[in-house]
Nanobody
Framework: QVQLVESGGGLVQPGGSLRLSCAAS????????MTWYRQAPGKERELVAS????????NYADSVKGRFTISRDNAKNTVYLQMNSLKFEDTAVYYC???????WGQGTQVTVSS
């Protein structure tokens, strides 16, 4: 069955960086676009970044453009989210998804705090 396992979250100071990973299994990873979402307390889940099957096309939420980079390694069945210049408002649980919400991982907590 489809499994998505996120990792790499943690506590970071404003201006810091984190790299999230999402390891996929149970399907042909290179056939599917992948997406990162996040959900902050009391807010709806929002799309952060998406990437096409071979990484040629990427899209970002306006709030993270220029700070976050989505990438993928199809040989490792893994999608990444490099997050730089983190802000308080980036605090959320981050989820990866196959396509746009077909399957979800369990999420990884990112907390930006001084």
């Amino acid at each position: 069955q489809v499994q998505l396992v996120e990792s790499g979250g943690g506590l970071v100071q404003p201006g810091g960086s984190l790299r999230l990973s999402c390891a996929a299994s149970g399907f042909t990873f290179s056939n599917w676009p992948m997406t990162w979402y996040r959900q902050a307390p009391g807010k709806e889940r929002e799309l952060v970044a998406s990437i096409s099957t071979w990484g040629i096309s990427t899209n970002y939420a306006d709030s993270v453009k220029g700070r976050f980079t989505i990438s993928r390694d199809n040989a490792k069945n893994t999608v990444y989210l490099q997050m730089n210049s983190l802000k308080f408002e980036d605090t959320a649980v981050y989820y990866c998804s196959r396509n746009r919400g077909e399957y979800w991982g369990q999420g990884t907590q990112v907390t930006v705090s001084s």
